[in-house]
């Protein structure tokens, strides 16, 4: 019988399963997935919210066809509501194992509280088990979310070279990226859109929708379209589509120059 020879220290791998990174020092999770698992811990805020805004747009919805809380559509989005609870239920349970004394609290309270206490997590023999149940859950809200709401595409991230698609939940101020997790300003990227657009042409509908979205100008669409008729704006014909197409530099020129000339008026 031979005898199978035992290390007297084997070097932990990383708990989170998608990786085989060897530790040291009692730590239980590698580099790179600590701070993944920080930038999910971070994350719950922002998809804590969303979640929120689903659940209510399920009631509003109801209400206003006169079916409240007594008709016959649920009165509010059961599966956001769902995935919500496993979310904070998740949260809370591992933020107990970390301490005796913890009290249950909301989501986004409970990942705070984690994200506080990450140091010591990081040597916790469960902390690849939060780790994945976590990305898990996050991922499970953010489709629920993406099913239920408007979700505007606002390209590739490009942070460090990130391929990743950002997204941002129609109204929101933030977008993110789903890869890399970096969180933008959704203006900001609207104008920086545009701005690599600058000369590309569209319909006049278009263009002044890209520009108002953006917050670039404020004035109506049916404006814009009266300087058009009246020459005051000037677009290309597509010879194809019998359409006149317009540039957001053209726009953005026309409204400035109707600007000035009512500055000029009022002097
Ligand atoms: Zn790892
Ligand atoms: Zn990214």
Redesign the pocket.
């Known amino acids: 019988m031979t005898e199978t020879l035992t290390p007297v220290a084997a070097a932990t791998l990383c708990g989170d399963g998608r990786c085989d990174v060897a530790l040291h020092d009692g730590f239980t999770l590698c580099a790179t997935h600590t701070s993944q698992l920080a930038r999910d811990l971070a994350a719950v805020r922002e998809v804590w919210a969303n979640l929120q805004v689903t659940i209510r747009r399920q009631d509003a919805t109801s209400s206003a066809i006169g079916g409240g809380s007594t008709g016959s559509r649920p009165c509010i989005n059961l599966d956001a509501l769902d995935k919500g609870e496993t979310l904070a239920s998740l949260l809370n349970g591992w933020a107990g194992s970390l301490a005796l004394d913890y009290r249950q609290r909301p989501a986004a309270g409970a990942a705070k509280f984690l994200s506080d206490h990450l140091r010591l997590i990081v040597k916790e023999d469960w902390a690849g088990d939060l780790a994945q149940e976590l990305a898990e859950s996050l991922a499970e809200c953010r489709r629920t979310t993406d099913r239920a709401l408007e979700i505007l595409s606002l390209g590739v991230?490009?942070?460090?070279d990130?391929?990743?698609a950002?997204t941002a939940v129609v109204g929101g101020h933030t977008g993110r990226?789903?890869?890399?997790?970096?969180v933008w300003n959704v203006a900001e990227r609207q104008q920086w859109a545009i701005s690599q657009a600058w000369h590309a042409e569209g319909s006049l509908r278009l263009i002044v929708s890209a520009l108002r979205a953006s917050q670039q100008i404020t004035t109506s669409y049916e404006t814009v379209k009266k300087w058009a008729q009246r020459g005051k704006l000037y677009g290309t014909c597509d010879v194809a589509t019998r359409e006149h197409r317009y540039t957001a530099a053209g726009i953005l020129e026309s409204v400035r120059t109707a600007t000035t000339n009512r500055a000029r008026l009022n002097a």
């Open positions: 991230c490009g942070f460090g990130c391929p990743g950002v990226c789903r890869e890399c997790g970096a």
